[in-house]
């Protein structure tokens, strides 16, 4: 009867249709706590362990200078491993609560800001990427064309020696909304990069406002439940590690794709498509939600099939047109970034299907003659477009309805793209992730998503290193994630305790949890 009463439940506060006990729980200070001093622990030793600058004025030649040799940066690597160790602990967590239906979409927000706040100060974590971003911004105010040149030419020592050695000759692969952006932080913070780091950062999070504004309207459209949406787009490692500790574009360019999508589904289609645009002008990849939106538009026509795809076509690429020319003329640029599309292209990881496809099929070969590794690589690549254009064809056709299902499908194409490109970084993931995480998840499902999301941030060092050939260092990785997947489900999978406090077993498919 006890399990009968507490298996009562209630529509979600955010309306949907996914099953809520009837009860929220106290705020879980404890599992916020636990996150916060773990990103703590990131930022003090980031500054011995993370992308620091090549000349630190801050720990350069100072008495903890020790930190960022040797030794001591052992021990600061350690030390920031415990910290995202704490942090995905605390994750694991919270998301036992929100399966629990223990907390409100309000808690959630409130651990994910706790969380994010010591990383906003912190040098970047596991990459390098805004030393690029900076320099990329500083290149125009120096009458350098951003998409013809690197950052080597640069006459700023301070500037360029922070960007990895792999993009220093380099042109920028952004659109110009980003360039935009970019030189005016570069304008404001000089060769100062401690300054612009902090600056890039906070310019990027306009991306976390536009989410956080979308997601409750995207959770309405799609079905999902709103605070296990926010622990997975909001609270999770990849947006407080990587999109804002990092940071890295992506975090900007999703913000303007969600909310994009969602002002698309509000029938206010001109705003959607402006704001899609402009994703699009931070990174290209947004461009390719634009085609599902039109099915979304058509569908709220009232005329012929033809007719209103005819309309709602036509009417989506004026305002492309339109808003990236603005954008492109107020940035100062030319189309050159077309052609820089490319740049990514070098990166060459197994995290990308067809590359990984190539790689496994020239260890093979190579074993019996020796073959040239970059012919398989470039021939697998080319039947991976090859599918990734047949995926994204069928999946816009089949979502000539509209509404919400052509959001899904486009969600899933966006996935596939980020998996079957020539290059696959791991923040690429993300692009698809926050329009889904919208979407009804099962429990078993969001394991394997904490899992992946783990993964995906170990994959590089700290410093912003490709880790993913380090075959003993993945290993560990691949068994530290699917322990997290596994604890979201169940409190102590290793069974290496036989006590627990009743309020840590806030999870699901636990005698503990029928009691709530």
Not at 15 to 39: D, H, M, N, Q, V
Not at 54 to 78: F, K
Not at 90 to 99: D, N, P, Q, S, Y
């Amino acid at each position: 009867m006890v399990a009968e009463n507490a298996e009562k439940q209630t529509t979600a506060p955010d309306g949907s249709s996914e099953p809520f006990p009837e009860r929220i729980g106290p705020l879980p200070k404890r599992t916020i706590a636990l996150g916060t001093l773990g990103s703590v622990l990131i930022l003090l030793s980031a500054f011995g362990a993370a992308g620091i600058l090549v000349s630190d004025p801050v720990l350069g030649h100072g008495p903890l200078s020790w930190i960022r040799y040797g030794h001591g940066q052992m021990l600061a690597t350690g030390v920031i491993y415990l910290g995202f160790g704490l942090v995905v602990w605390a994750w694991v967590r919270l998301g036992r609560h929100v399966l629990a239906g223990r907390v409100a979409p309000g808690s959630v927000l409130l651990a994910a800001a706790c969380w994010m706040a010591p990383l906003v100060i912190a040098p970047p974590v596991f990459t390098r990427d805004v030393f690029s971003y900076i320099a990329q911004g500083t290149l125009p105010l120096f009458g350098h064309d951003p998409y013809s040149v690197g950052p080597i030419v640069l006459d700023l020592q301070s500037v360029v020696q922070n960007v990895h050695p792999f993009w220093q000759t380099t042109p920028a692969p952004y659109g110009p909304m980003f360039i935009l952006l970019a030189k005016g932080v570069a304008w404001v913070a000089g060769t100062n990069m401690i300054a612009g780091v902090v600056l890039m950062r906070v310019t990027l999070m306009i991306g976390l406002g536009l989410l956080l504004w979308a997601l409750p309207g995207l959770v309405r459209h799609l079905g999902g439940n709103l605070s296990t949406t926010l622990w997975l787009a909001i609270a999770g490692p990849m947006t407080v590690v990587h999109l804002v500790g990092g940071p890295h574009n992506d975090l900007l360019m999703v913000g303007f794709l969600a909310a994009g999508t969602l002002c698309v589904l509000e029938r206010k289609h001109v705003v959607g498509i402006l704001l899609v645009t402009l994703g699009v002008a931070v990174k290209a990849t947004a461009a390719i939600a634009l085609p599902f939106l039109v099915w979304v538009w058509a569908g709220h026509l009232n005329s012929t099939p033809v007719k209103n795809f005819v309309r709602a076509g036509a009417a989506a690429v004026g305002v492309f047109v339109a808003t990236f020319a603005v954008t492109t003329v107020a940035a100062g640029v030319n189309l050159g970034w077309i052609q820089a599309l490319q740049a990514p292209t070098m990166i060459v990881n197994w995290l990308s299907v067809p590359t990984a496809v190539g790689e496994v099929v020239h260890s093979v070969v190579d074993l019996f003659v020796n073959a040239n590794k970059s012919w398989f690589v470039n021939t697998t690549r080319v039947l991976g477009a090859l599918v990734f254009v047949w995926i994204a064809a069928r999946q816009w056709w089949q979502s000539r309805a509209g509404g919400s299902d052509a959001v899904r499908r486009m969600s899933f194409v966006l996935f596939a793209v980020a998996v079957l490109s020539p290059a696959t970084l791991p923040w690429y993931l993300t692009w698809g992730f926050v329009i889904a995480a919208a979407l009804p998840w099962q429990r078993r499902q969001l394991a394997i998503l904490v899992s992946a999301a783990v993964f995906l941030v170990l994959t590089y060092s700290p410093a912003g290193e490709d880790l993913l050939y380090n075959w003993v260092f993945i290993a560990c990785a691949v068994a530290v994630s699917v322990l997290a997947g596994f604890s979201l489900l169940r409190v102590d999978p290793l069974g290496l305790f036989t006590d627990h406090r009743e309020d840590d077993l806030v999870g699901v498919d636990t005698p503990t949890a029928a009691k709530v």
